[in-house]
């Protein structure tokens, strides 16, 4: 340190000292400046990009909460639509059940008016064979013949009615 002290240059210490502040000046203006320019940009533009993806996150939290409403409102929609459905199911088929039910009843009354008309037919057949067959027999046993048809008629008009068939 001695040495150092020694050799001292006062002049080369100035010229030392006027290099250092211009170089610090140069340095300041032409360097350092768009140094902490570039560096300020990049900060903004990794904070712009920060809020971005903030803003991106909120905007599919978002997105995703509409979803959810749209896929809640579709079940719901495809439930009423699958009600609706069952419900004209079961409506088609009880009215189905009450025309069949309509049309076996109706066929079942045919059916008895048709089998009452039979019967009364019937009776009616039976009826007449029976006349035929009292007067036939009325006729051996008497050994008579009626002369007359209107009294033969009238004789079973009243043989008929002497006679109730059910």
Known sequence: MDKLIHDFSFGLFIWQLLVFVALIFLLKKYAWKPILDA?????ESIEGALKAAEKA???MKALQSDNEAILKEAREERE??????????NKIVAEAKEAAS???DKTVAAAKASIEAE????????KKQAASLSI???EKVLGQELSDANKQAEMIGKIIDDVKFN
Do not use: Q
Request: aromatic share 0%.
């Open 102 to 104: 309509a049309e076996a």
């Open 80 to 89: 009423r639509i699958l009600k609706e459905a069952r419900d004209m199911k």
């Open 57 to 59: 996150r909120e905007e």
């Open 136 to 138: 036939e027999v009325a």
């Open 39 to 43: 560096v300020n940009a990049r900060e």
């Open 119 to 126: 019967k009364t037919a019937a009776v009616a057949e039976l």
